[in-house]
């Protein structure tokens, strides 16, 4: 059977039995394993899938992955991204839209201790919601902000969609999730932006601003913003220092969060175990989804499906540019379909290395790879942190609401990924400098 032949086949196979309802991981294992029987034999296949388990979890890469999530749990133990919240909103509390831009900042800073945007969207649902609520906002538009700004812990360091993305590729974690700072700062200054321009061409989608606060009240909630600039400066500090790796900057970070957890005495037995727990959970799903993907990545090379692939691409007389719009309207498409973790496994073995063949820098591809994925995140209709905030909203608001009011934000978001297409130097600039 040719080669080719085999990898489409499995392609379609993995998908149908993902739209039956079986595990992404558990497909891939399943279609990789079929393929490789069928393409170089069941010896090699056993060989493959004996060692396979030991060579991805024995990775010290993947090391990262438990511990920016144990940091993340950690964080929102403390309470201290509300602690976030509450300043940013102090300060913002005579700007109309004073909320949408609390939770856009909020969400920023969660970003930079939390690389999950689930737990980010979920997280602000609870916290901003309800007050957004009382205060009349538009409840469409205030979930829409909260799917949004939750997307940021896909780009802000520590981000785990960008380890995982350097796991599978076996690209820089370091320059990566350096390479992540600029466009994260990027999308959430436009958010701020498209804000305050949206609620004055839009006034009831937000009142008019009452709150008053003295200049003493503003400047002393600034004293809990303290840990989250303090974390921050470990994990991005100590990876563009070349002082730790990524793996032990996030152990370090974790630390750092446990320690201002136990100083500030927010941080019971309980709820460390519990973090613990939740941790161990994530991370076991993850390792599976990496171990799929993996082994989806050795049927490709068996195959030399992605070779040929280059070949008929590169002799197809196509543009690399027209490669890249191709990919981006096919992302585009998928986010609507599938989440992101899976879109991400399943496909980066086979873009990835296209891209590189075609002379792009992979550490820009892999931002703008982060980026369609953060729009995957809140596209109707299978946007994951959509059903997020739906769902922890407790009945504050409809699927329906969610799907109007994310809207402005998929526009600010697609701004966003147009910028970062027509400026490399913009991802580049921080990673270059950690070379240089």
Known sequence: MDSTLIVICSIFAMLGLMAFGLPVAVSMILVSASGMMLSVGGNYT???????????????TFAAIPMFVFMGM????????????????MWLARVRGGLYMATTIAAAAFGAVNGSTIVGAALFTRIALPEMIALKYDRGI??????????????????????????????????????????????????????FLMVRVRPRWAPPAVQHHTMREKIGSLKTVWPIGIVSFIVVGGIYSGLVSPSAAGAVGALAVLIVGL????????????CFADTAVITAALFFIVMGGTAFSRLLLVTGFVDNLLDFVSGSGFEPWTVIAVLVL????LGMLMDPISMMVMTVPIVHPLVV??????????????????????????????????????????????????????????????????????TLYLPRLMIG
Request: aromatic share 10%; net charge neutral; proline share 5%.
């Open 46 to 60: 056993l060989t493959t899938f004996t060692t396979l388990p030991y060579s991805v979890a024995g990775n010290y």
């Open 74 to 89: 950690l964080a929102g133990a403390t309470g201290i991204i509300k602690d976030i919240y509450q300043a940013a909103n």
């Open 142 to 195: 205030a979930a829409g902000c909260i799917i949004g700004a939750g997307t940021f812990a896909a780009m802000i360091p520590p981000s785990i969609t960008i380890v995982l993305y350097g796991v599978l590729t076996s690209e820089s974690v370091g320059q990566l999730l350096l390479a992540g700072i600029v466009p994260g700062v990027l999308t959430g200054a436009i958010y701020l932006a498209g804000i």
């Open 263 to 274: 100083v500030l005495r927010r941080l019971q037995r309980g709820a460390i175990m519990t």
């Open 330 to 333: 096919i992302y585009l498409v």
């Open 357 to 426: 063949g075609l002379g792009y820098d992979p550490i820009w591809f892999a931002i703008i790879m982060v980026k369609l994925i953060e729009l995957s995140c809140m596209t109707p209709p299978v946007g994951i942190n959509i059903f997020a905030v739906v769902g922890s909203s407790q009945g504050q608001v409809s699927t329906k609401q969610a799907y109007y009011g994310v809207f402005p934000f998929v526009v600010m978001e697609i701004l966003v990924l147009t910028v970062l297409l027509s400026i490399p130097a913009l």
